[in-house]
């Protein structure tokens, strides 16, 4: 049991995952969405799982299903309740990573009614929605916090300025320019970036990259006991 004990460095650690899109209504049949798969989310809940950890996973709207005991998934819509459902399960985790594209804007005013069409062309007053990241960053104590960037340009300078401004343990990059990464694919090509470090990774799939993550995390948590 020693050795089966050593292959489960994140037994007893609770870590929460963001994954997938969000959506914003804009009328009862419309929402603003994105491209997001949710697959590198459910990948890392799965690999955590794997590794011994309690999962809990935020998802918002994507077709990908897990059946796993060690993970409880909690499904959401838009960017509002993905804020309320992580801080109900913030206060209790050991480590955060937040892979969710949440929407940066929603609808001011979502209608009551499905919008008819005009003659004319239509505004759509577009508002912030909070940053859920961010917002956990501030309430900081113990926690372990691991963000995504998905940057086109000045790539590291961005990400490093997301690792500051939300107080995070490390961010992965997301390399845009390189072809197979990204949204939809199933491999990605990411760079782990700290305060003081990168390290860059190649194209592997996604299970990889989880593990590649996960591996930084459980150096992380080795660090201070
Ligand atoms: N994030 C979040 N809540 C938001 C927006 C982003 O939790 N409302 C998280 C994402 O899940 C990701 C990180 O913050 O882990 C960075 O997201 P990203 O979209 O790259 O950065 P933004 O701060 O939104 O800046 P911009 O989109 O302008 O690059
Ligand atoms: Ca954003």
Known sequence: TQDLLQHLPLRNKKILITAGPTYEAIDPVRFIGNHSSGKMGFELAREAAKLGAEVVLVCGPTHLKTENDSIRLIRVV???????????????????????????YKPKIVAAHKLKKQENSLNIELEPTRDILASLGALKQHQKLVGFALETDNELENARGKLERKNLDFIVLNSLKDEGAGFKSDTNKISIVTRDEVKRFDLKTKTEVARDILNEVILLLDEKN
């Open 78 to 104: 838009s960017a509002g309740e993905m804020y309320e459902a992580v801080h109900a399960e913030y206060e209790g985790a050991n480590v955060v990573i937040a892979a969710a594209a949440v929407a940066d």
